[in-house]
């Protein structure tokens, strides 16, 4: 598998636990990783030819953690093309909001709109239904990586 650039945003450290948790399952499966601090982003494009992995907590009214903010602002605002980068996205929010995981929906969206494509499903950890976010992540992480390779093969 690809290499995979795994980019977190965090309020409380929920998202930066799981970032860090799907970081040791892929390379315990053998694939290289980096993960990327918030504050490490300021220009970074993602590269087409690695695969990009998102977590992110949702904040306020549906808004992205501060801390991983700026990239959204620039990634939108420069808007580079970035159509053979494939994706991932997983969203942490509660479910008792209207703006449910809006913050992982908004990359999601913004990274379509850039001309990348998502690999298997947006996934969303609801809060109130789980007190372990990264379990259902590394569940999610085994389809991915799945997808992932199906898709090459294609």
Same mark, same amino acid.
Request: proline share 5%.
């Given at each position: 598998?690809?290499?995979?650039?795994?980019?977190?945003?965090?309020?409380?450290?929920?998202?930066?636990?799981?970032?860090? #948790?799907?970081?040791?399952?892929?390379?315990?499966?053998?694939?290289?990783?980096?993960?990327?601090?918030?504050? #490490?982003?300021?220009?970074?494009?993602?590269?087409?030819?690695? &695969?990009?992995?998102?977590?992110?907590?949702? #904040?306020?009214?549906?808004?992205?953690?501060?801390?991983?903010?700026?990239?959204?602002?620039?990634?939108?605002?420069?808007?580079?093309? &970035?159509?053979?980068?494939?994706?991932?996205?997983?969203?942490?929010?509660?479910?008792?909001?209207? #703006?449910?995981?809006?913050?992982?929906?908004?990359?999601?969206? &913004? &990274?379509?709109?850039?001309?990348?494509?998502?690999?298997?499903?947006?996934?969303?950890?609801?809060?109130?239904?789980?007190?372990?976010?990264?379990?259902?992540?590394?569940?999610?992480?085994?389809?991915?990586?799945?997808?992932?390779?199906?898709?090459?093969?294609?």
């Amino acid at each position: 598998m690809r290499k995979v650039n795994l980019v977190f945003g965090t309020v409380y450290g929920n998202a930066q636990f799981v970032a860090e #948790t799907l970081q040791e399952q892929l390379n315990a499966a053998g694939v290289e990783v980096t993960l990327m601090a918030p504050e #490490t982003l300021n220009g970074f494009v993602p590269p087409q030819e690695e &695969l990009l992995l998102v977590v992110t907590s949702t #904040t306020g009214q549906g808004d992205l953690p501060d801390d991983i903010s700026p990239w959204f602002e620039t990634l939108r605002g420069e808007a580079p093309y &970035l159509p053979k980068l494939q994706y991932g996205v997983v969203a942490l929010g509660d479910s008792s909001y209207e #703006t449910f995981c809006n913050a992982g929906i908004r990359f999601d969206e &913004l &990274l379509a709109e850039l001309g990348a494509t998502r690999i298997g499903d947006l996934l969303k950890i609801d809060a109130c239904e789980t007190m372990e976010p990264e379990v259902e992540a590394k569940a999610w992480l085994k389809q991915w990586t799945q997808q992932v390779s199906d898709s090459k093969a294609e």
